[in-house]
């Protein structure tokens, strides 16, 4: 079976961080590009960042640039996604998410061919 699971949400004050994991399994991992997602209360699912299967490129969403970085592991077959310097309006419901789309640039995420559960990043003031 698919399975992409997420995990290291939690509660922090503004200006702390997280480390948000993704494990995946029950496919090739190196034939999919795994991005990260968030949806906060009322609003659409976005993308955050991923790494390009295409160019191998670390990609942000500009609302995180300088404060997320994304790496992954092809030993372990995870992908996480360090955040700093956290902020009250990041707090959101983050997801993982894989997709065989090739393409340099975080992938739409109606794209996506697996969704995670989710993991729950609360951000206080």
């Known amino acids: 079976d698919v399975q992409l699971q997420a995990s290291g949400g939690g509660l922090v004050q503004a200006g702390g961080s997280l480390r948000l994991s993704c494990a995946a399994s029950?496919?090739?991992?190196?034939?999919?590009?795994i991005g990260w997602y968030r949806q906060a209360p009322g609003k659409e699912r976005e993308g955050v960042s991923t790494?390009?299967?295409?160019?191998?490129?670390?990609y942000y969403a500009d609302s995180v640039k300088g404060r997320f970085t994304i790496s992954s592991d092809k030993t372990k077959n995870t992908v996480d996604l360090q955040m700093n310097s956290l902020k009250p309006e990041d707090t959101a419901v983050y997801y993982c998410?894989?997709?065989?789309?090739?393409?340099?640039?975080?992938?739409?995420?109606?794209?996506?061919?697996?969704w995670g559960q989710g993991t729950q990043v609360t951000v206080s003031s």
């Open positions: 029950g496919f090739t991992f190196q034939d999919y590009a």
């Open positions: 790494i390009s299967r295409s160019d191998g490129r670390a």
């Open positions: 998410a894989a997709t065989r789309t090739l393409l340099s640039g975080i992938a739409r995420p109606q794209w996506n061919d697996y």
